[in-house]
Structure formats: structure tokens, C-alpha cells
Nanobody, 122 residues
Framework: QVHMVESGGGLVQAGGSLRLSCAAS????????MGWFRQAPGKERELVAR????????DYADSVKGRFTISRDNPKNTVYLQMSSLKPEDTAVYYC???????????????WGKGTLVTVSS
């Protein structure tokens, strides 16, 4: 059974930083592309950052470029999202996602974490 557990969310002031982690088990982690999505109240779930199997392809939503960094540690079955210069509009539930193949949207995502809440106060 696959489990993906996010951690690291919380309340932070604008301009602050947080590091999210997603620990996966029950899957061959190194064969899955990983992504971080977020969903704010009343909005659709959106892709924030994605990283390919071997970390050769890394991409970010325009809204977070230069502020967020995605990385993965395959031996530890973990993907990270380092978030800096946080803004109130970054407030959302953040989900990690796994897919064998390229991640572009929520389509085809095979496994989701349950999410971790990030709240950025102004």
C-alpha cells in the first residue's frame, strides 16, 4: 500500500520561509516523477513545482519562480519544497503527488498525499 505523508506546514509571517517534506512508502520512489500542488479555498488545485525521476527536469509555476525550490532524495524516498519570501497568496493546502511520467496537471496523478496547510500572515 502506498503512503505519502507531507510535513512542515504551519503559520508563518509574510517574507518568511518553510520547508515541506513528503515521505513516500510502498512504491519504487525513484521511478516516479514528483510534484507539489496547492489548493487555496475556493480555487482549483494547481501545480506549484515538479521534478523528474533523475532531477534533470525541474519546473515551477510562474507565481513561485525564484522563491520556491523543489528537490528529491531518492534513497530517502522523500521530496522537498523549500519555500522562501512567502506571501499571503501562498496560503493553501500543499499536496505532494507521484506519477510515472511527466507531471503537468492533476491528470494522471497516481498517488496523492493528504496535504499540509501553509498559512502566511500579512
Amino acid at each position: 500500500q502506498v503512503h505519502m505523508v507531507e510535513s512542515g506546514g504551519g503559520l508563518v509571517q509574510a517574507g518568511g520561509s518553510l520547508r515541506l517534506s513528503c515521505a513516500a512508502s510502498g512504491l519504487t520512489f525513484s521511478t516516479y516523477a514528483m510534484g507539489w500542488f496547492r489548493q487555496a479555498p475556493g480555487k482549483e488545485r494547481e501545480l506549484v513545482a515538479r521534478i523528474s525521476v533523475g532531477s534533470r527536469i525541474i519546473d515551477y509555476a510562474d507565481s513561485v519562480k525564484g522563491r520556491f525550490t523543489i528537490s528529491r532524495d531518492n534513497p530517502k524516498n522523500t521530496v522537498y519544497l523549500q519555500m522562501s519570501s512567502l506571501k499571503p497568496e501562498d496560503t493553501a493546502v500543499y499536496y505532494c503527488a507521484a506519477k510515472r511520467g511527466e507531471i503537468r496537471t492533476t491528470n494522471g496523478i497516481e498517488y496523492w498525499g493528504k496535504g499540509t496547510l501553509v498559512t502566511v500572515s500579512s
